[in-house]
């Protein structure tokens, strides 16, 4: 790989397919864990969920005061009223479904 031509390697990928795919063949598996380890919880800040850290991380804001929620249960109960009586609201006016 001669960088000398003003060619930039940013655009070269440093393994081809076939080399990752041969690494991770050769790798060997890890069968057994260590007798003290624990399961990463995703640090203090991490607010409980279902679902771990890495799958899905829990949102980064907060809802401010009872007014926002308000609107967002309105909304949500708007939409399945109109769910209900068999209407469509896809494009942004009410007709029927």
Not at 15 to 21: C, G, I, K, N, R
Not at 69 to 93: E, K, M, N, P, W
Request: proline share 8%; charged share 15%; net charge negative.
């Amino acid at each position: 790989m001669d960088h000398g031509s003003g060619e930039s390697p940013i655009n070269e990928a440093p393994f081809s397919d076939e080399e990752l795919t041969a690494l991770a063949l050769a790798a060997e598996p890890v069968t057994t864990l260590a007798r003290d380890a624990v399961p990463w919880g995703g640090g203090d800040l991490r607010t409980p969920s279902l679902l771990p850290n890495w799958y899905m991380p829990s949102p980064s804001y907060r809802l401010r005061g009872g007014w926002t929620r308000a609107i967002v249960i309105t909304l949500i109960v708007g939409f399945l009223v109109i769910d209900a009586f068999g209407l469509c609201i896809t494009s942004g006016f009410i007709s029927v479904a």
